[in-house]
């Protein structure tokens, strides 16, 4: 059934699958395999059918048996040879889970290899497999043990579409956004492990956010810890976020939501142990409140003076110019420094939250535009305007 495989690392080149299959029970019979097969058994499909699953179940036994990364690997190719050759689609899917799970149980410290050889495995069959799906729990598992992700490219997108496809239930879903999550966060990729963690929020409707208020305070220390994102509002939305109303990690979101500088400080000294156990320091925290209080300001004004920064924002008048330049390179907001004035032009700010201020802000907006258009147009019937040639002459 190669139709259900992208690609297979060929092995045992010219040896049939059934000497291939006798060859390694012999080898995992001198590890000390004990394999339930008839004595004096015939070598055809049917003695195939009912070695196949042993062998699998004696693979890992390489793992502590076999030294060279090289010849485990290549029975594993010949595994996954030999289970290419099965005629049933559900054959193929349980043995392709069984071999997956073989290896994942797997206790030796080789989890290099093993990460390896189920990347090649997740890579080598056609994510419309339901059964790709157990085959992702492992790798995600491996890459959470072992930090890395050489061996696979894991989009969050995707994988959405693959949920959808091999019909996941509710909680298979969180199971896999949970563990994309802790994977993204083995190799330091913070946004990815972040966007992760929204998914798994978003999973959870009303009566059920209780039931993730641990993973709802990860997501709010998440992203108030990353240096790189500055507006959190949607997080307001997610139902075990509200869960954590009258919890201080709901109270330290709504500061950084639209509150400002002043408003996290007190917070902080009436709760300086809570603050000072997260995974983020106060001083971080500072910084980014400074931006996000400067970013408030610049919302109604085209120009903010040093004096008003250095009162608003508690900074040194010879750190105004800095902390300027960083808030411009961050992209919350677009301006540039009148040096002898002293006071910051803004020409844009992004918007810390986006309700119907905001709303009703694009729709006067789009009115002007509208209504600019219709004067245009009226003036080009009254021939008021000249539409140029279009190519030259």
């Not at 000497?19 to 058994?41: C, D, R």
Request: aromatic residues 8%; hydrophobic residues 40%; proline residues 3%.
């Amino acid at each position: 059934m190669s139709n259900v495989l992208n690609l297979v690392a060929p092995s045992f080149i010219g040896v049939s699958y059934l000497t291939q299959a006798i060859e390694m029970k012999k080898s995992l019979e001198g590890f000390g395999a004990k394999f339930n097969l008839p004595e004096n058994f015939e070598e055809n499909e049917d003695t195939f059918l009912e070695l196949l699953p042993q062998l699998i179940v004696h693979y890992p036994l390489l793992f502590t048996r076999v030294q060279a990364d090289s010849e485990v690997e290549s029975a594993f190719f010949s595994l996954i040879s030999m289970i290419q050759l099965l005629s049933q689609v559900d054959q193929i899917e349980q043995t392709s889970k069984d071999l997956s799970n073989a290896i994942i149980s797997d206790t030796s410290p080789r989890t290099t290899l093993k990460s390896k050889l189920l990347g090649h495995q997740f890579n080598c069959y056609q994510p419309n497999l339901a059964s790709t799906y157990t085959l992702l729990i492992n790798v995600l598992k491996l890459v959470k043990e072992t930090g890395t992700m050489r061996y696979v490219n894991l989009d969050i997108n995707q994988i959405s579409e693959w949920l959808e496809k091999w019909k996941c239930d509710v909680q298979e879903q969180r199971d896999v956004f949970r563990l994309l999550h802790e994977a993204f966060s083995a190799i330091h990729q913070g946004e990815k492990a972040i966007a992760a963690l929204v998914r798994l929020l978003k999973l959870y409707a009303e009566n059920e956010g209780v039931d993730a208020k641990s993973d709802a305070h990860i997501c709010v220390i998440s992203h108030i810890a990353h240096p790189k994102i500055f507006v959190m509002d949607h997080l307001l939305d997610l139902h075990p976020i509200r869960a954590l109303d009258g919890q201080l990690s709901h109270e330290l979101l709504q500061i950084f939501v639209n509150g400002d500088l002043n408003e996290y400080i007190e917070f902080y000294n009436n709760n300086t142990d809570f603050v000072e156990k997260l995974a983020v320091t106060h001083d971080e925290n500072l910084r980014k409140m400074r931006l996000l209080t400067l970013s408030s300001m610049a919302q109604d004004c085209t120009e903010i003076e040093f004096a008003q920064l250095t009162a608003k924002l508690n900074l040194a008048h010879s750190d105004v110019e800095p902390f300027i330049i960083e808030a411009i390179a961050s992209g919350l907001i677009k301006g540039k420094i009148n040096e002898p004035e002293e006071k910051v032009l803004i020409s844009s700010t992004i918007n810390r939250t986006f309700k119907e201020q905001q709303w009703n802000l694009i729709k006067t907006k789009l009115e002007l535009w509208q209504k600019n258009l219709v004067t245009i147009q009226e003036s080009m019937k009254k021939g008021h305007f000249t539409i140029p040639a279009i190519g030259g002459g």
